[in-house]
């Protein structure tokens, strides 16, 4: 098993996640193999020179010294533990199984007699708003039921399980009635029921998504919106307030939806995603654009250059894309989640797999002032202070083969492209792809049973053109195919990977008069150092580079170096640059940028192909 | 008196302001009126409800109960007596002087024998970053110099004394090397060093200046941009980290380069300030970025609609670009000092003069959620949780006809054009004009000694062809008379009123594409419902009505409603929106919007007028 969310039997879904498919080469598996040789082997150490795990031994009395860190650090183990345990799945290596065992027993250690676990909070459930008490303990449950499912191991299970009981005993109607602050902990009880049957789980996770949105968090005295806290989930017409709690409530409450077959929250969510996307989201996926407070801005706020698009919040957005794909079998929410997962997610780590961007800016100036630990001035960072982001990436990066295909009566739905093989229900089929870098797919059926069956293949709206064993097919949706299929058998789908030089709705106001470059699922940025005086003339090109940014295509452009005046008073009757030289430059794949040091950098370019043009107005 | 800084003989001044100059009548005379009239009174009842007295009750032992508000309570009690001081010198009333005194005493109690006041603090100097001791300190100091300026009181000119000679003895070189996170005590050390004399305040001051940027701030742990500590001030190349920090120390060593001659730090401000026009400053006089740490962002980051422009940081770019005039006689800093104070200043109170804007954004969207205390989107009120904001309105409002007028050995400088009297040196000058609304400026010489002397009045740089007794002058700097003068002799400067349509800067990413209008030294604003899709189409106009919002000149523009695609992803080929209908709208000087309800509102709007025109592209 390569990943989470495995829903029920009885669960409502439409679709159904093959969790063994296999990432066999490419890009991504590149970046999984970093992931498990570099970045998950460097994390206990990160963990230990943290404080982390002292914390832990201090919990358990083994230790005695201050508790070091903010509130939160215990989650940052967890999040470790789940990418060990995927990691393990993907390459099952014993030194790292016995660290795992090892960290496992750390936490088993500082769990009290009965069931509750938290290092660093003394008075428990004093202040669920900022705690963050269920929040580790929901990342607790998604590490254990990581662990039971790729290494067999049930020790991290036993404890999320001594602790869920805990808090179902604690929470709910009639109970304590209050609410984390940081939503995660609905996913965690899901996924925990998921794993062990255990309804009063599903139930409590329920119980959390509906007590949201009834001034549980005002009765602390703090303002809901950015806890999630100021309309109930099922009334929300929007993601507002911080980003990450946002995303991580809504898939939580569409893993609910999905067990519980409630329709009317997963309507409710339906329209929130949308919203999300056609007013909220960035260019790459990424999800949240104010810095104070983390959070979602109004509708349009996307500025490119104060974008925060925090890495945890791509993440919890694939998790919540997903599940609404997995709910309602639409393909839209699985090109939102390619989006996120190539551009806004995978820009979070470097090509080595070892630093990481917590702030995904789509500008940077020359010259920007790194004034403090999360600034995407610094360029990527090895861990923070805040150390959310590093681990979040670790586990979802061993977990994405997680999201390649899903099933459902009908057949296979291929949904992410990737050189993989896909194994379930007595088919096995091998993709072969270059993709992202190549818009051919083919799909060899290696085994399959003598029946009939339908393999769809998702086709980007982006894809116009795509042609599917000789056909058009639209873009949009699933191209597919229905056989009775015999090993051998392959299907060849072309997606058209010209250069799209797109702009932004009128709205979005931040980016007005720019355009900026994507070839299939890809979003690319401009590094170079007059970055901040480019306007784009014309596309000349895309080449693959085998040597570069561990081989990438990059796009061929042609822009104007504009001269800026140096004026005393930036304002004016007239604000145009002079026009200065042409020049030919290469745009990279968003997410790799930064791995060349840092420096100015554009995913949107002012657009200078005007007729009166070159002032990029 | 009716205001702050009087130079000592001895300093370094080009221009020496005139502090007897007075407002009579037009805009500021009436934002005076309601600033005297209905918010100065209603500050002592603020400051109970707040806690602020209580708080010095408390701290004077002669009650008990809990400290409330943040640590720098006790600097609103200051800004309030020192805009009760300059009231007083505008209209003297016998019982705002009484309820100043009461006040006053309540200070006075609450000093310790040692000289140290402060009601919030436990444990002295324990964490001067945070801590505002020296801040609070500073505002003292200046209230006790305007209370015996405007009023002849000496009683809290004694608090101040006592606690400036505690300062003297704790700290400096060889004593406590430290410095307060937050600036004002220089301005208020060198402003009491003018009112009494005593060298070692303005030492001390000095050594709070040149101390900075040495790593003091970083001693405790706290990261240094924030609190202008990350450079020395003489090194320093812009302004950075927190916006009023940043703009209060550069107006205290202003202080103490006017007071010492220092002609490096002065050129060093001179450079900063530049800088700061140059890259950092909104078209409506705003200083701040960055809602995060209430920063300066990075050169060129100046979003419209996360505009922060703190009312109290336009307050210190005043106070700033004022010192600036005086020591070098530039009229550019007058410039600076007029846009600030018509528009990003005065947008922060409202027509009734009790409602205040902490944040002065350049546009709010449709339907933007207040998500916080400070958000715009509440429209202005009536006091904050952390109420720095709303006296220091009430001081600067109280204080602003120290701003109209200077004097050198040569003559007298007009520098702000208001309905005036002028009284200095044997010379009495009446100021008749209606502007902003006019550009027509008669100085009528009521009495003059029998000697030449020479009459400059500022021709601000946009006011190309503008004509002083019939003949062309240019714009920017002064157009000068010199004259035997006599009683009953005119003059007539008279300033083009031109609607102008400016455009910024490339650099300026935020409102590329865009056009802000302007007249006279007012930068205007559309406040419309369907301002969120208006594109610029053209000029109109401009009216004056009496009735509108206390009597404003409107600017009537056409613009194209512009009818946006919602559309389930906003980016793609073709982001423009349709054309839409045509509108005829009115602009409002952007220091009145949001005094007819709070809606959508833009200082930048797209520009239509392209031939191929209507996307505001």
Known sequence: MTGPLVPTAGASCRLRPV??????????????????????????????TAGNLQNLRIAAGERSGELRGPVFMDSDVYKWLEAAAWEY????????????????????????ADGYLNSMVRERYRDLPWSHEHYCAGHLMQAAVAQSRATGDQA?????????????????PGRTEDVDGHPVVEMGLVELYRETGRADYLELARWFVEARGHGLVERHGHEPTYFSDRVPVRDQQTVEGHAVRAVYLAAGAADVALETGDVGLLEALRRQFAHMLATKTYLTGGLGSRWEGESFGDPYELPPDRAYAETCAAVGGIQWAWRMLLATGDAAYADAAERMVLNGFLAGVSLAGTEYFYVNPLQLRAGAHPDENRSPAHGRRGWFDCACCPPNVMRTVASLGAYLATTDEDGIQLQMYAPSTVETGGVRLAVETEYPWDGVVRVRVLESPEREWTLSMRVPPWAQGAVLQGDGVEAGGYAQVRHAWRSGDVVELRLPMTVRVTTAGERIDAVRGCVALERGPLVYAVEHPAADDLAFAGVTGADF???LLGGVTVVGLSAWVRVPEERPWPYGPDGSARPGERAEVEAVPYFAWANRGIGPMRVWLPDGRRPDGVTGR
Do not use: C, Y
Request: glycine share 8%.
């Open 545 to 547: 580079r085998p040597g």
């Open 156 to 172: 991290l299970l036993e404890v999320a399980v001594r602790f869920a009981d805990h808090l179902v005993a604690t929470f709910g």
């Open 19 to 48: 969790t063994t498919a296999r990432i066999e080469g490419g890009l991504l598996a590149e970046r999984r193999r970093v992931n498990g040789e570099a970045a998950i082997p460097s994390g206990p150490e990160r963990l230990r």
């Open 89 to 112: 799945a993907r390459a099952p290596r014993p030194p790292l199984l016995a660290v795992q065992r090892a960290v496992t027993a750390m936490v088993a250690a500082a769990q009290r």
